[in-house]
């Protein structure tokens, strides 16, 4: 097994080393879970990088990856994009922060209210985190009410990670096991109150018991499947008898579904949606939208930040919006995630093991022929940890961005070729401890929505 030890960090001996570093100096690391490299396959994966072009990242070590996991689902166009970079270079020389708003405030505004179908009004944010904050705070505003019942992850702020003051497992299923609310007032417990995924009954049923005190049903309207044909409507139906704002999370869904987002797709218009990751292509930007009746309350409220119409963010916004339309970037990305599957499947008889890929197209995903979940953790870190060896960075998902195309899936192909024939020997002979060079993955994040 690997230790964080740099002696036995191997082709990442130096990644190994910082990392060490970073733990006396940073805690955790990293300033994101999701970063954290004991997500991958620590001792083997990449920890530490220093640039990205296109499908690729470098590390440290001078280790080239195809990187399925672009940049956390940020990238959506590519690390680099000439086009949307060379937007946020032309701004930096005309000024990134004023004392007066900037024009693009007004031309991302009135792009996302063109594209979105719940939109008339928009605030701004600086990532998906603060975002969600923001849309909590308007919908109690706009309501009177304290109460949000949520499903899924909606980042860090205190309104969400009160859940574990009500019971230590609130958030299990919606974040990780293990979360304690340390710093979070406890005066917040039961404002924060989670529902399962796909459960109309059991929605209905919090909202009776805490009739007329919700003021928002915050939740991912999907993630990697759609969702069962009336589920979402039928929440939609709950959230408007009860008076609550049906909130859409559409950070990490984004503009991979379409380039209006999920809504089209899914059918379903929610009072108000947020959005961060994809909307800028890696640059920092969040953003809140909602119909006029919902939002518009919030010019009495205090939700105020200099850097929420910082110029970099919304000229990298406006650019990439742009972009995603005028490619077809939705498109490609579903064309590529299914011959990905295709060919993961492909690979995966061939070599007679039952893996299989499966998912919505843009975002896909693993899985492996075994029922013990403590077998099937250690199985994906072999394959993230053999993966990594053949140059491909990544969970035993994949974060489709525009510039993965034929030759990555190719090259994905082959690897999985030599990391499935691995696989289906390890499963029949059982020496998996044998191979694990790394240290078993941690599953971060375990939600309800599929």
Not at 223 to 246: F, K, M, Q, T
């Amino acid at each position: 097994m690997a230790t964080t030890d740099a002696k036995t960090g191997g082709r990442v001996a130096r990644s190994m080393e910082m990392y060490e570093r970073l733990l006396e100096l940073i805690p955790g690391g990293t300033q994101l879970i999701s970063r954290r490299p004991t997500r991958y396959a620590l001792g083997v994966s990449p920890v530490v990088a220093t640039r990205g072009k296109g499908s690729r990242i470098w590390d440290v070590d001078g280790n080239e990856y195809i990187d399925w996991v672009s940049a956390i689902g940020s990238v959506i166009l590519g690390y680099a994009d000439p086009v949307v970079d060379e937007a946020v270079k032309a701004q930096i020389d005309k000024g990134t922060n004023f004392s007066i708003t900037h024009e693009l405030e007004l031309e991302l505004a009135e792009l996302l209210v063109e594209r979105i179908p719940c939109a008339e009004m928009v605030r701004y944010a600086r990532g998906g985190g603060d975002a969600c904050a923001v849309a909590a705070r308007i919908a109690r505003g706009t309501t009177g009410r304290d109460r949000i019942l949520f499903c899924g992850y909606h980042g860090w702020h205190d309104w969400y990670q009160a859940a574990n003051h009500s019971s230590d497992g609130n958030l299990d299923e919606h974040l990780f096991p293990g979360i304690e609310p340390i710093g979070v007032p406890k005066d917040l417990a039961g404002t924060a109150i989670p529902f399962p995924y796909g459960d109309l009954d059991g929605l209905a049923e919090r909202l009776e018991r805490h009739r007329g005190e919700v003021a928002a049903v915050m939740m991912e309207p999907m993630r990697s499947e759609l969702p069962a044909e009336g589920y979402l409507e039928g929440v939609a139906s709950l959230c408007r008898d009860h008076g609550a704002v049906l909130i859409f999370d559409e950070v990490s869904t984004g503009f991979r579904p379409s380039d209006a987002g999920v809504q089209p797709v899914l059918g379903v218009e929610p009072d108000m949606a947020v959005f961060a990751k994809s909307i800028s292509n890696g640059f920092a930007m969040g953003a809140v939208v909602g119909r006029r009746d919902v939002m518009a309350p919030a010019e009495q409220m205090f939700v105020s930040s200099t850097y929420w119409g910082e110029a970099v963010g919304l000229a990298a916004a406006v650019t990439t919006l742009t972009e995603l339309r005028k490619r077809n970037t939705a498109e490609t990305l579903a064309t590529n995630g299914a011959a990905l599957k295709q060919r993961l499947n492909a690979v995966a008889e061939e070599v007679g093991v039952a893996i299989r890929c499966t998912g919505i197209d843009y975002h896909p995903h693993l899985e492996f022929p075994v029922e013990d979940p403590a077998l099937n953790n250690k199985i994906g870190t072999l394959y993230v940890q053999e993966m990594a060896k053949r140059g491909n960075h990544g969970y035993t998902s994949f974060y489709l961005n525009e510039s993965q195309g034929e030759t990555e899936i190719g090259m994905v192909a082959d690897a999985a070729k030599e990391v499935f024939t691995l696989i289906g020997e390890t499963i029949e002979d059982g020496r998996i401890d044998e191979r694990l060079e790394a240290q078993e993955r941690q599953e971060f994040f375990r939600r309800l929505v599929s």
